[in-house]
């Protein structure tokens, strides 16, 4: 079987502990943030946020990805990319007649 | 006939023949990020079903209000360092120390355990309050079914993981031990632990 170059390139323990370390502090940063007194919006870009730094953490540390090729990274922002069209196509649906509205029974 | 021979080895050699890997990676391990990326657009579509039907509701249940966000965080913790403890059996494995990656593997099912555990009993709080898939005490009915379908299918893709992790382990254990395999089941679940991150954001706390 081929060796790749991703091989080569081990990871040592301390930088898993790191990124381990990170992804605490920012889960009880993002804990904070469901409980802040913020408007509803800025609440969610901050969430989004947050949630994008700890995925970018994990793929790139945990799952090798900052050592694969370029075309490997770029398939896999495709569900990425594809949610947010999904979601642009979708979301202005939200603003339309109140016969959109799910009343509370 | 020298001139078709010839082609046929330069389609081989090209990235796109089959010769030469354009992802530059083993055909298992490119197979699982078009599983996980496959998977990946799943789970969007739940989370954007969900944003929509939130959006369109006329009230939405305070959902740290509603779950005991104690137990969530404790099951992000035991998620997040699972993943951490299966980064470092791929390491252990690649670095040919098939124990010290079984010892890993161990922890690292562990963590899915009680992460397991936590859901099973989040679950049965939840159904004991009333909560059913068509109605439940908060008053919009699709605020539980939110919850059963996503939490549901994540659950579910935990309890496979841990599953493939067994038999990563035992095969491991027994000498039958390949890193690419160890590798190509951490991928699952860092996944399964990257879908968590969302649900944890978009439905326990936004």
């Known amino acids: 079987m081929a060796t790749h170059e991703h091989d080569v390139h081990a990871i040592s323990y301390r930088t898993y502990t790191?990124?381990?370390?990170?992804?605490?502090?920012?889960?009880?940063?993002?804990?904070?943030?469901?409980?802040?007194?913020?408007?509803?919006?800025?609440?969610?870009?901050l969430l989004v946020c947050t949630t994008l730094a700890k995925i970018l953490l994990i793929a790139s540390i945990f799952m090798h990805l900052r050592y694969e090729k370029i075309n490997l990274i770029m398939i896999t922002l495709a569900p990425l990319i594809l949610a947010v069209i999904l979601f642009s196509f979708t979301f202005p649906e939200t603003f339309g007649s109140a016969s959109h509205v799910i009343s509370v029974r | 006939?020298?001139?078709?021979?010839?082609?046929?080895?330069?389609?081989?050699?090209?990235?796109?023949?089959?010769?030469?890997?354009?992802?530059g990676t083993t055909w298992s391990k490119f197979m699982m990020w078009i599983f996980i990326i496959s998977d990946a657009l799943t789970f969007?579509?739940?989370?954007?079903?969900?944003?929509?039907?939130?959006?369109?509701?006329?009230?939405?249940?305070?959902?740290?209000?509603v779950f005991n966000m104690v137990l969530i965080t404790f099951m992000t913790f035991a998620l997040i360092s699972s993943s951490a403890v299966m980064a470092m059996a791929v390491?252990?494995?690649?670095?040919?120390?098939?124990?010290?990656?079984?010892?890993?593997?161990?922890?690292?099912?562990?963590?899915?355990?009680?992460?397991?555990?936590?859901?099973?009993?989040?679950?049965?709080?939840?159904?004991?309050?009333?909560?059913?898939?068509?109605?439940?005490?908060w008053g919009v009915p699709q605020f539980a079914a939110a919850f059963f379908?996503?939490?549901?299918?994540?659950?579910?893709?935990?309890?496979?993981?841990?599953?493939?992790?067994?038999?990563?382990?035992?095969?491991?254990?027994?000498?039958?031990?390949?890193?690419?395999?160890?590798?190509?089941?951490?991928?699952?679940?860092?996944?399964?632990?990257?879908?968590w991150v969302f649900v944890f954001a978009f439905f326990y706390l936004l």
């Open chain 2, 1 to 23: 006939m020298d001139a078709t021979i010839a082609e046929q080895q330069r389609i081989l050699a090209s990235d796109w023949g089959g010769g030469k890997s354009p992802f």
């Open chain 2, 44 to 65: 969007a579509g739940f989370l954007i079903a969900y944003g929509f039907v939130r959006s369109i509701s006329q009230e939405w249940p305070k959902q740290t209000k």
């Open chain 2, 91 to 137: 390491g252990a494995a690649r670095a040919r120390q098939p124990k010290l990656a079984v010892r890993f593997l161990g922890l690292t099912i562990a963590g899915g355990l009680i992460f397991l555990g936590c859901q099973a009993y989040e679950w049965s709080h939840f159904i004991h309050e009333g909560a059913r898939l068509t109605h439940n005490p």
């Open chain 1, 18 to 45: 790191m990124t381990w370390f990170w992804l605490l502090v920012m889960t009880m940063l993002a804990l904070g943030l469901g409980y802040a007194p913020i408007a509803e919006r800025l609440k969610a870009l």
């Open chain 2, 149 to 195: 379908v996503i939490t549901g299918f994540h659950g579910f893709h935990v309890f496979s993981g841990v599953t493939i992790l067994a038999v990563v382990a035992l095969r491991a254990a027994v000498g039958k031990y390949s890193a690419d395999g160890v590798e190509n089941a951490g991928l699952y679940w860092h996944f399964v632990d990257v879908v």
